[in-house]
């Protein structure tokens, strides 16, 4: 998923400039080893000879060779092809005397997340027990296992119930807001399913709701849809082809104004999973020939908890932003820790843009789930590029 932001930043240097060093690539005659093409991705297995690594544009490269001195005094050369600080001190009392040690304090980077939810009459079928409706508020608002109730001091929550008052659309909000579980249970228990099912209108009420009222600086703004049938009307009567056409085009719109929608689809009928892919592949701007956007079947109480607690989560992630770039080339001699724990580079962690550390899978996990999590990064002398 569009991996969005509860991001950690910002890791601040602690340490003076840090040396640079060149590429034996640019040497006239090159090596012949640089034209060799090679998988940067992180953990792949290398192609290239020895004394080189994989760079970040795919080629094998070298900051220096085995007694060729392009380190300098105080570095020594790795049998890939890296310079790094020999531990002798004799690299002067410049800018390289000490390695430079980044320090960072999580600050949250809250992601805005705004829930359209079905308040159609179907919502009251009992398949999922006691009913679809009262499953979903559970799931969301549960006083111990909801997700809102979970995460509410993690993301700013708000809600739209949207249903028809006769001939006419209506919608039931809640603002968006820090802890807002409450005031979301409460808009929930106050209404009863019945009616039709506006898709349409609300998607497009929600992204006029952000343009309105936008998220604080820095907070991504978020849709999640979860709704259990076809779009409809209220005091309309069009083909069901225009119904699923209109919510399409919402969903696109909404992610054109920079809003990715999220969908879920509280149902097994194949027919409404069709049409709710089209509405989650245009909320991420996919394009032909790509894979499909996930999205989130729920047919049973235990699927609809899991579905929240996967979109919601994963609006959440693990990016940390640095005051300064890492050479890619240096990003795997660093050292990141979560919580005293030592991450492995390329499973735990990864160097995005050279300026984010991106944590990922059951590290990630551990960063999220601690209320003042501990985390530290520390990257070798000619690592830091300012």
């Not at 992180?42 to 490269?61: I, L």
């Not at 909000?173 to 609300?202: E, F, H, K, Q, Y």
């Not at 049938?229 to 909404?254: D, H």
């Not at 109480?301 to 300064?324: E, H, M, P």
Request: proline share 7%; aromatic share 6%; with cysteine.
């Amino acid at each position: 998923m569009n991996r969005l932001a509860f991001a950690f930043a910002t890791l601040t240097l602690a340490a003076c400039g840090a040396k640079q060093f060149g590429s034996v690539c640019t040497e006239v005659p090159a090596p012949a080893a640089c034209m060799t093409a090679c998988d940067p991705q992180p953990g792949a297995a290398t192609s290239c000879p020895v004394g080189f690594h994989c760079s970040p544009d795919g080629k094998c490269d070298a900051q220096c060779t085995p007694n060729g001195g392009q380190c300098g005094d105080g570095y020594t050369c790795t049998a890939d092809g890296y310079c790094v600080d020999d531990g002798s001190g004799s690299g002067g009392s410049g800018p390289d005397a000490s390695c430079p040690a980044i320090t960072f304090t999580p600050m949250p980077a809250t992601p805005s997340i705004q829930l359209v939810l079905d308040l159609s009459g179907s919502m009251t079928i009992t398949d999922i027990s006691p009913s679809r409706y009262a499953a979903m508020r559970d799931a969301l608002v549960n006083t111990t296992t909801g997700v809102v109730t979970q995460l509410e001091a993690k993301a700013y929550f708000g809600s739209k119930l949207y249903g028809c008052n006769g001939n006419a659309n209506a919608f039931t909000d809640v603002a968006r807001g820090l802890n807002n579980a409450a005031a979301i249970r409460a808009s929930i228990d106050n209404r009863a399913p019945a009616g039709n099912t506006p898709t349409a209108a609300a998607l497009d009420t929600a992204r006029m709701d952000f343009a309105t009222t936008p998220p604080p600086a820095g907070s991504p703004p978020i849709v999640v849809l979860a709704t259990d049938g076809e779009p409809n009307g209220c005091g309309t009567n069009l083909s069901q082809n225009t119904y699923n056409m209109e919510a399409v085009a919402a969903s696109a719109a909404t992610y054109a104004a920079g809003i990715p929608v999220y969908v879920l689809a509280i149902s097994a009928n194949q027919t409404l999973l069709s049409h709710l892919q089209q509405v989650a592949n245009a909320g991420q701007g996919h394009q032909a020939g790509q894979p499909n956007i996930p999205y989130y079947p729920a047919n049973n109480a235990a699927q609809l908890q899991q579905a929240f607690q996967t979109i919601i989560n994963g609006v959440i992630s693990c990016d940390l932003k640095l005051t300064s770039s890492i050479d890619a080339t240096s990003a795997m001699n660093g050292t990141v820790t979560v919580n005293g724990v030592t991450l492995t580079y390329g499973t735990d962690w990864t160097l995005v843009n050279g300026n984010i550390i991106r944590v990922q899978g059951s590290a990630c996990n551990s960063l999220k789930s601690s209320s003042n999590p501990a985390v530290s990064a520390t990257f070798p002398c000619g690592s830091v590029i300012f």
